[in-house]
């Protein structure tokens, strides 16, 4: 019997926020995954994984599975995180160093396209 009652206090009553779990938010109505940063892996929220200085998205997320990071190719870099693409380096004249991953390339002294 007390069964059947928590039973029917559960089904009249509804969730609320505090039966959340597994990572899941509360949006007002139902358990869910914060889609903004989270996917679920089925059983799970999920944290995105996050694409580093030097990588860029190459396939964004969805509802069941994390977004893909790939490496920027030679002549490209990111210096944020989640970058949608990989910029490609300064081309210079005169090359002082060249652009890594993460940085850009620095043009040599005389260079019209040279920095400080």
């Known amino acids: 019997m007390k069964t059947l009652i928590l039973?029917?206090?559960?089904?009249f009553a509804g969730a609320d926020?505090?039966?959340?779990t597994n990572g899941k938010i509360w949006?007002?109505?139902?358990?869910?995954?914060d889609w903004n940063n989270k996917y679920n892996?089925?059983?799970?929220?999920?944290?995105?994984?996050?694409?580093v200085p030097g990588e860029f998205i190459h396939t964004e997320?969805?509802?069941?599975?994390?977004?893909?990071?790939?490496?920027?190719?030679?002549?490209?870099?990111t210096n944020d995180?989640?970058?949608?693409?990989c910029t490609p380096?300064?081309?210079?004249?005169r090359l002082k160093t060249e652009g890594t991953i993460t940085t850009?390339?620095?043009?040599?002294?005389?260079?019209?396209s040279s920095q400080v």
């Open 7 to 11: 039973f029917l206090f559960i089904l």
């Open 17 to 20: 926020a505090t039966d959340c």
């Open 27 to 33: 949006d007002g109505h139902k358990c869910t995954c």
């Open 41 to 51: 892996n089925g059983t799970h929220c999920v944290s995105l994984s996050d694409c």
């Open 61 to 77: 997320k969805t509802f069941w599975a994390d977004r893909v990071c790939e490496i920027c190719p030679r002549g490209g870099f």
């Open 81 to 85: 995180f989640n970058a949608a693409s």
């Open 89 to 93: 380096w300064k081309q210079c004249g």
């Open 104 to 112: 850009d390339a620095i043009c040599g002294f005389g260079d019209s």
